[in-house]
């Protein structure tokens, strides 16, 4: 039982770039989140995917989009990488009544 | 002010000593509440749950007061191994609102 898998685990940018951060989880979880996480600020919230089918923007989400593809994926992308979105990136499952987040092993980005 | 407010230390204690974290929340719809433990470069993991009439897992014991909108952990007896970072979280909806973490590091 992976749980929550993440690719990849590091990644170096050039400004203006794009990439898509993948996630997917195998606890048929209906929830998942991307947050990120700068020193100092805690984790916040991206985007977050209540069900498959639905997503909604969450604390952070200027530059950042986000597909729901099936129930097990939920991907993240950067269409125009710019140096702020340098940070760690975690992304979380939530189950129905569960009682908290099961995270991913998180990515490293810098964009440079 | 933050949703969600924690000391960020760092504390720095002996093993065996006993240490608590205080965590203040703004929201007063917050419907449940969390511990996160985080190791440096990796994952948050749930610590434990923080139940109103307050909780104990082992060495760890969580309290609530919903009317002062603060949150707490008590570790005794301290291991080398509590060394981490503690996150407070606080549930409203779909949204979980982390604070910056408190970081502890105990020594020998």
């Known amino acids: ?32 989140y991307w947050y990120r996480q700068d020193p100092g600020m805690g984790l916040r919230l991206i985007y977050y995917s209540a069900s498959e089918g639905t997503t909604d923007k969450g604390e952070v989400p200027n530059g950042y989009n986000v597909s729901r593809l099936n129930k097990r994926e939920f991907s993240l992308r950067l269409e125009s990488a710019a140096p702020s979105q340098t940070s760690v990136y975690f992304c979380a499952s939530r189950g129905q009544g569960a ?14 | 002010r933050k949703e969600v407010e924690q000391d960020p230390g760092p504390f720095n204690v002996p093993e065996g000593a006993t240490v608590a974290f205080n ?21 948050p993991k749930l610590l434990m749950s923080v139940y109103s009439s307050g909780n104990e897992d082992g060495r760890f014991t969580a309290q609530l007061n ?3 909108q603060y949150i707490s952990l008590l570790i005794r007896d301290s291991k080398l191994s509590d060394s981490a970072t503690y996150l407070c979280v606080v549930n409203i909806g779909n949204d979980m609102r982390f604070g910056a973490g408190t970081r502890l590091t105990v020594k020998p």
């Open chain 2, 23 to 43: 965590c203040t929340y703004s929201n007063s719809a917050s419907q449940s509440f969390f511990w996160y433990r985080q190791d440096c470069r990796k994952e």
């Open chain 2, 66 to 68: 919903r009317a002062s």
């Open chain 1, 99 to 112: 009682h908290g987040y099961t995270f991913g092993s998180g990515t490293r980005l810098t964009v440079v």
């Open chain 1, 1 to 32: 039982n992976a749980g929550v898998t993440q690719t990849p685990k590091f990644q170096v940018l050039k400004t203006g770039q794009s990439m898509t951060l993948q996630c997917a989880q195998d606890m048929n979880h209906n929830s998942m």
